[in-house]
């Protein structure tokens, strides 16, 4: 089982069961106020493990704001009215897996409240209520983006989740024409093929994780890598008049570029959605998000990674200048990323080693969240992962080969750290 604030994720009967999530749930009744909305993705373990939820919350004497099959950024959206929510999702993880994610006050929980969650003793002796209610999801975002011309065609692949009885709404409220294609990809849109979607006959595509908060984006039948799907989405967030934004350590040096060409600003925080949403709320940035997991977060709207937002903004460009100067901007580098498996106790001296190799050979090291190498033609960053036993290793260069080059020279210095 993993617990983190990104959500408490396990296979679903075996390590993740029915009393477990009660427990869960019983201890965030301490904290999660009067009301909780709660909604599910589409696995089969999802209305079990929503009812255990359920329970344990109204034993706490919390409300229960039920949106039955809704994604995580719905839930997102209607707790910043009712104060907390729960989704049962454990994301774009296999269907067997399933998890929670919670969220207080319209953002997702810090390391202190999960502290207390997985600490604090199920709160019971309550009489909470539960009722139905319907999400202004699509409505809201709707407004936020606004209407688009000439109705382009996006094709969507839900993929058997829970953005099927939402994205497509959205896009037809804006004037977009939706064809919708089925798949048996699984859970995850960046694993398997997406064939149907790159067959459909049109320009963009979206393809989504089972609760909605991921998107992987194709246009004109090719896949794209998931900073192209934030890039598209911080254009059109700038033609929305955004000005101000969060990327992580990560993210494409071309989001960056183009942000400033246009007259914004860029700050960098950690890798992570908790982070880059964190760092977004201290500066009151307007946009931004993870360009690893293609993850676009709009706080004024919603403090999460958002995917079908991202779909809605990406749309709105569609044909228009901003749309293909991103894409041009993005096609100018390379980014590659790898791993490299050590024991974590070999994982401190591989990173002195990694600093140093990188503070002698780049014109710049940062060290925001692990070592970063700066130069004019691109970067590299070598971080700790936070679930493996791993060292992560990304970069991002002008051409392939020095892309690669930058890579291999990280691993070399790796493996003799090890030797």
Known sequence: MKKTISGIRGVAGADLDAGSVMEFCGSFAHIAGEGCVMAMDTRPSGPALKDAAASALMAGGVDVLDLGV????????????????IVVTSSHNPVDWNGLK?????????????QKILDTSPRYGGAGRQRQIETTYVDDAAGVIGAVDGAPRIAVDAGGGAAAGFAPQMLKKIGCTVRMVSSDRGPDPTQGSLAELEQAGCRIGLAFDLDGD???????GKRQPPDMTLGLGVAGAMRAGCKK?????????????????????VWRSKVGEANVAGMMAELGAHAGGEGSSGGFIMPEFNCCRDGMLAGGMIASIDGTEEF????QCMERYVQKRTKIAADPGRHEEIMRKLESAFESEYSETIMIDGVKGIDENGWILARRSN????IRISA?????????GMLRRAQEVAGNACA
């Open 70 to 85: 809704a994604p995580t950024p719905a839930v997102f959206r209607e707790a910043r009215k009712y104060g907390a929510g």
């Open 102 to 114: 919670f969220v207080i006050g319209g953002r997702g929980i810090n390391e202190s409240e999960l």
């Open 387 to 390: 679930t493996e036993d791993v």
């Open 245 to 265: 934004f969060v990327f992580s350590i990560d993210t494409s040096i071309a989001a960056e570029k183009y942000v400033l060409e246009n007259g914004g600003r």
């Open 214 to 220: 991921r998107l992987v984006l194709v246009i004109d």
């Open 324 to 327: 293909d100067h991103m894409v």
């Open 396 to 404: 991002e260069a002008d051409n392939e080969e020095r892309c690669a």
